[in-house]
């Protein structure tokens, strides 16, 4: 049986290996093209591509071409158009993956092999202008910042100026040219140096940039956090682009094939129409449920429950996955085990048991020192029956009281202090992770449910509301102002607010709360438990 070269790429769904060969495990390929390559095995869309596996973190330099060529080539032909070609151009995600997942810890890099040769290539294949110079904006902000070191504001400004306070989906062809055009500007100006235009070079750095990622603080102080070794290494899987910002019935989505945070055997997915996936992740975005997407193209959202309740059975437990929707043709680009409260750990695991995925053992093994204290949850008791200050979309159920902080300084000064804190931001970002860690709470203005911020902080046991509208944070007088029906109400940094996530509220002040034990669940866990002797 032939080994596994380490230092060869691995190709999904572009010129299959033998059948003799073995899928290599996620320690060797990451955990996501470990994944991906067993969704494509179980013959579900997967846009092909290749992987550089993990041994590469170790190595001196990043694989050059004379590594990776032969696998883009196999991937050309798997796609049918080719990179950097100026008539019908291949366009690349090069994304991170390490053997334990790191949500949003490391680095991805979305359209890499457009530039201004290939545009014109691109409007003819797809048609549609917009899409092209949509793709094109968000690789020179993406590749500006990730590997050029420009600052996101910088970007943020110029997308401030194009939109004069619409929503970014709405700028047509000329306003997002004309986008592209101001943000290669302000590359050249903040960077010293013109955006690349050679695509075989924006590739070379992407792939440099995603292992690099791997020594980033937010992936460094995740490992801290998490007790995980800095030898395991991430890999870079590139894989042919599939389009959610193609207009029409395109998007973009992440979702749970069962509910994180209680375990209900329900999915739970956000979804963004004309929206790319890390619009959704980022947290920079507000993405709203499932709904609009079932409403919209049921074809789709009945293949995607297909798909997921699939990949859920094969690899035996609940999953996160993220998608994307091209012209209605669904295209499955993750798929991980699903971070979840203890509460929804035994749901999940006692009706997995009962739908014969996993036998009673497992079962047993996933709910091991979950007692009564473990699953008793918190909820707000009694009141005086006032309307909350605001709502918001849970993302992590529980009740938190806490003094708002509004930075990682603020969060630390008042934790050295003693007191509980609330972390209130603009976006639910992962590079907020070290204040987070020390938070009872997240609360933001923007984001996703399924983002990666607020998956972390249900991981880290935080109560986590994110797409507060009603929310405006002024950082310059360290306050937020809440927009209510009565009236606008000002909060300082260092008040206590209370975060109620079964209800999706922000509450003023420290709310009387109890813990409440599930009795159900509990008694489901007696059977199960009784069952081993």
Partial sequence: MPDFDPHTPWLIGCGQPPAETPLPGPEQLGNKAHNLARMAALGLPVPPAFVLGTAWCAAPQPPGPAVWQAALAALEQASGVRFGDDRRPLLLSVRSGAPVSMPGMM????????????????????????????????????????????????????????????????????????????????????????????????????????????????????????????????????????????????????????????????????????????????????????????????????????????????????????????????????????????????????????????????????????????????????????????????????VAVGRVALDEAAVRRLADQGAPVLLVRQDAETSDIAALEQSVGLLTERGARTSHAAVVARQLGKVCLVGCAALQIDPARRQLHFHTPAGEVAVDEGELLTLDGHRGWVLMGAARTEREAPAELLARLAVLRARAG
């Fill in 107 to 398: 680095e991805t890099l979305l359209n890499i092999g457009l530039c201004d040769a290939t545009v014109p290539g691109l409007l003819r294949l797809t048609g549609n202008p917009r899409l092209v110079w949509d793709a094109y904006r968000r690789l020179v902000a993406g590749f500006g910042e990730t590997v050029m070191g420009v600052p996101a504001a910088v970007f943020e400004a110029d997308l401030q100026a194009a939109t004069g306070g619409r929503d970014e989906r709405d700028l047509d062809f000329a306003e997002l040219r004309a986008l592209t055009r101001a943000h290669l500007a302000s590359v050249r100006r903040a960077a010293g140096q013109a955006f690349p235009q050679d695509p075989q070079a924006q590739l070379q750095a992407a792939i440099g940039a995603v292992l690099a990622s791997w020594q980033a603080p937010k992936a460094v102080d995740y490992r801290r956090l998490k007790e995980l070794p800095d030898s395991l290494g991430t890999a870079v899987t590139v894989q042919r682009m599939v389009f959610g910002n193609a207009g029409g019935t395109s998007g973009a989505g992440v979702g749970f094939t069962r509910h994180p945070s209680t375990g209900e055997p329900q999915p739970w997915v956000d979804f963004l129409f004309n929206a790319q996936g890390e619009d959704v992740v980022s947290g920079r975005r507000s993405a709203h449920g499932h709904a609009q997407l079932a409403a919209v193209a049921p074809r789709v959202w009945d293949q995607l429950l297909a798909a997921t309740r699939q990949v859920e059975r094969a690899l035996g437990d609940m999953q996160d996955f993220e998608f994307t929707v091209e012209n209605g043709q669904l295209w499955l680009l993750q798929t991980r085990d699903g971070k979840r409260t203890p509460q929804a750990q035994a749901r999940i695991a006692l009706d997995l048991c009962d739908e014969g995925v996993i036998d009673a053992a497992e079962a047993r093994r996933r709910t091991a020192g979950l007692d009564p204290s473990a699953l008793s949850v918190e909820r707000v008791v009694g009141g005086d029956g006032s309307a909350p200050l605001a709502e918001a979309m849970s993302a992590a159920h529980g």
